[in-house]
Structure formats: C-alpha cells, structure tokens
C-alpha cells in the first residue's frame, strides 16, 4: 500500500482501503508500505486533511512516513461495490461516528470501484522489512513470525501499562444489510 495510505490504515485514521479491483478473500492481512512513494503521494502529505492528521499522529512531513515494510496487521472483513451514493453514505457515516472523520478524504469512491473494509487494526511499533508485491500476497514464514513476535511484545507492554492508559479506539464494523460481498470474475 502506498503512502500515506498504509499509516492511515496503521494510525486508524482509514478504514476503507479503496481499489479498482475486488476480491473474494476475506480474513487477516499485513499492511505494508510500499518502497517507492510517488510524488503525488508525497504532495498529499502537505495537504489538508493528510497533513493534520498524520501530525497527530507524530509524523511532521512525508519522509517519517516508514517504507519497504510492515507497519500493522488487520482483517479484511468485507468488500464494499461503490455507487453514486458511496461518498455520500461514507461521509454520514463519519459523521456519526462510526468510521473515522476524514473517512471520505482519503479514498476513491467512484463508482465502480471498490472498498476493502478493514477492522481490528493493530499498529506494529517497530516496522518489519518486507519486499511487498501487487495485490495481495502471502507473507513470507520468516516475517509472519516476526509480526507474531512484535504483536506479543505489544500486547505484553500494554499488559503492564497502567489501566488509565488510553487505548487507540477499534472501528466497529458492521456491514450494511444492501451491501452484498462483491466477488471476482472468474
């Protein structure tokens, strides 16, 4: 996934990765961050709502954004077809909670194109290199453990950090009734 996208994603700030091509899997999946960063891509860091958000997240420009590795782990859940009413169905709601504020700022909700509905987004502290590819892939044994070993410290640290400590927010998903699960040609 390009950046800012794939720290959007680990950050909780997008919760619908949107594409031009649709999908039958669904279950978990590694957020990696592309290598190359697009100039486009890069000028979108500038911007507002891209630059504000990632700032609060403790990134000041574009070249803190990590690359070339594995920044968090989700679950693909479900796979949204957009319409005409797609942006405006996103926008309401982000309006009413329950998908992030900039939800409709940081996607192509054109229609015919497609949504990947994340949920149970875990940030990894410290990225683990990966050569990522097209699409999605398998990851390579060697790196699935070191996402379960950086997973297992997290979850140790936040263990012994004191109750009071704030947890970033999960987005609850839950699918729309009139939104089938979109399948690939065959």
């Known amino acids: ?26 279950g978990p999946v590694a957020i990696h961050a592309a290598k190359a960063f697009p100039p486009d891509a890069r000028a979108l860091c500038r911007a507002t709502p891209y630059r504000t958000v990632l700032a609060g997240a403790g990134y000041e420009s574009a070249e803190d954004l990590p690359r070339g590795s594995i920044i968090a782990v989700a679950t693909l859940a479900d796979i949204m077809e957009f319409s005409r009413a797609s942006l405006r169905e996103v926008r309401a709601r982000a309006v009413r909670g329950e998908l992030p504020r900039h939800e409709a700022s940081f996607g192509d909700f054109s229609p015919g194109r497609f949504g ?19 699409g999605l892939w398998d990851v390579p044994d060697a790196v699935r453990r070191q996402i379960r070993e950086s997973l297992a410290r997290a979850s140790r640290t936040r263990g012994a950090r004191d109750s009071a400590t704030p947890q970033r927010p999960q987005m609850n998903y ?3 009734r009139s939104r089938p699960h979109i399948q690939e040609n065959a």
Request: net charge negative.
């Open 1 to 26: 996934m390009t950046q800012p996208w794939a720290t959007l994603v680990a950050i909780g700030e997008n919760s619908i990765e949107t594409r031009s091509w649709s999908t039958r899997y669904r």
């Open 116 to 134: 990947f509905v994340l949920t149970d987004v875990l940030s990894i502290d410290d990225p683990i290199f990966a050569r990522g590819m097209l």
């Open 174 to 176: 839950k699918p729309e």
